[in-house]
């Protein structure tokens, strides 16, 4: 007697994977051949293009569109530009990862952590106000997953307290708020990530965007080295191109043209990735109903969520712990994540402001039942039907 034949293994199915084209590849081609691979004209391009994707092409708003090497560079830009320093106070989520809240550190000011709500895991303005002192500065909100902070409620907390607002719109491209892109709303400036599994990605890179002309203008020169004028500008400008001045002693975080090359034809397609994300996550959503789990929260009618992670709760009674469910789900060759691991158990954080698990309850249970699913725009509705299937047989 033979064996029956075992049928073929489907290849591990990772938890995110980046969608390049062959016009991002043409174009970091052109780049390469143009002999400009560092700040320069495909950067200027990004970065005009990313403004108009949010504003509009006339921009009658007058926003400014930063390209930077990474969000984490672009909010600690934004933060040096509010002039926030020692002795100040930034509130933000527990439920984030830690570059929203390292960037305060840089510049020795203190981070505020709340807690989040429970039916949406944003910030909870209600708690934002509770943990305002006369050292506080600004806020900084995460739209987490994609889905919009309560923006309206936030921006109004914060003209009432004399605050600034800078949002973390790492997860947010493109996310809406009463019909506006994030990057467009009243804040005083939004960061994106286009970090390898964002929405769109660069490889490595990021865009602050403000309105306030004197934050473009101080972010621009302490994006590099704190000079008054960038390579490009000095290399192709009839004025001396060996003359700048250092006006002060500014950081490294320019993005090079190769990563911009990628951007302007990522961003092109990022309304239709959005697409893709939402028919993903309702295809997640139906074939999930009815299990033990606590599915994500849906955006309010008509706005935009950019879904850029698909987490799942396990409900209380599903019968198996949180961390044995991913090593079900690994070993049905799927790859999951946990978003996040909150900053008040991070050692850092916890020692540095001594934090208790109970002071976060919402975070912290959450947490403990979270699971990030695959959600990217190369799957397909087999592959949520695959891992839909994996789900219910480690909820079995
Ligand atoms: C990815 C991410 C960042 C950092 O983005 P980088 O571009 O990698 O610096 C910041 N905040 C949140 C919420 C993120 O998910």
């Known amino acids: 007697m033979t064996a029956p034949p075992t049928p073929p293994e489907l290849p591990f199915l990772p938890f995110a994977l980046p969608e390049i084209g062959e016009e991002e590849i043409a174009e ?9 691979v560092t700040t320069g004209p495909k950067t200027r391009r990004f970065e005009e293009d990313f403004r108009a994707f949010l504003d509009a092409p006339t921009n009658e708003t007058g926003l400014h569109a930063i390209a930077v090497n990474s969000a984490t560079a672009g909010l600690h830009l934004a933060l040096e530009a509010l002039g926030i320093g020692p002795g100040d106070e930034v509130i933000t989520t527990t439920h984030t990862f830690t570059a929203t809240a390292e960037v305060v550190r840089y510049l020795g000011a203190d981070v505020k952590l709340v807690d989040i709500d429970p039916a949406t895991l944003n910030i909870d303005v209600g708690l934002v106000e509770a943990a305002i002192t006369p050292r506080t500065k600004a806020i900084m909100p995460v739209h987490y997953a994609g889905l919009a902070a309560d923006m309206p409620a936030l921006l109004a907390l914060a003209r009432r307290y004399g605050l600034k607002v800078v949002e973390d719109a790492a997860h947010a491209l493109p996310t809406t708020v009463g019909g506006r892109l994030v990057g467009t709303l009243d804040s005083d400036a939004t960061v994106f990530s286009f970090y ?3 929405t769109i990605t660069t490889g490595e890179g990021g865009m602050l965007v403000t309105r306030d002309a004197a934050l473009a ?4 020169i302490m994006r590099l080295h704190g000079m008054n004028r960038d390579a490009f500008d000095r290399f192709t400008a009839k004025v001396p191109s060996w003359y700048y001045e250092v006006v002060a002693p500014g950081f490294k975080y320019n993005l090079t043209d190769i990563a911009a090359a990628l951007g302007i034809h990522q961003l092109r397609r990022a309304h239709d990735f959005q697409k893709q994300r939402v028919l993903l996550a309702a295809a997640y959503d139906e074939a999930l109903a ?8 849906r955006a309010p009618a008509g706005e935009l969520h950019a879904w850029h992670l698909y987490v799942v709760r396990l409900a209380d009674g599903a019968g198996i712990h949180r961390d044995r469910f991913i090593e079900r789900l ?14 008040h158990l991070h050692p850092y954080w916890r020692d540095r402001y001594g934090l208790k698990p109970g002071a976060f309850p919402h975070s912290q249970h959450a947490y403990e039942r979270m699971v990030s699913l695959p959600l990217y725009t190369r799957m397909g509705l087999a592959d949520v039907a695959r891992v839909a299937k994996a789900v219910r047989a480690a909820l079995a």
């Open 28 to 36: 970091v081609v052109d780049a390469l051949r143009s002999g400009w």
């Open 196 to 198: 390898a599994n964002k």
């Open 217 to 220: 203008q101080r972010a621009r």
């Open 290 to 297: 009815g299990l033990p789990l606590v599915l994500p929260p």
């Open 330 to 343: 690994f070993d049905a060759g799927i790859g999951c994540s946990v978003h996040y691991i909150p900053l």
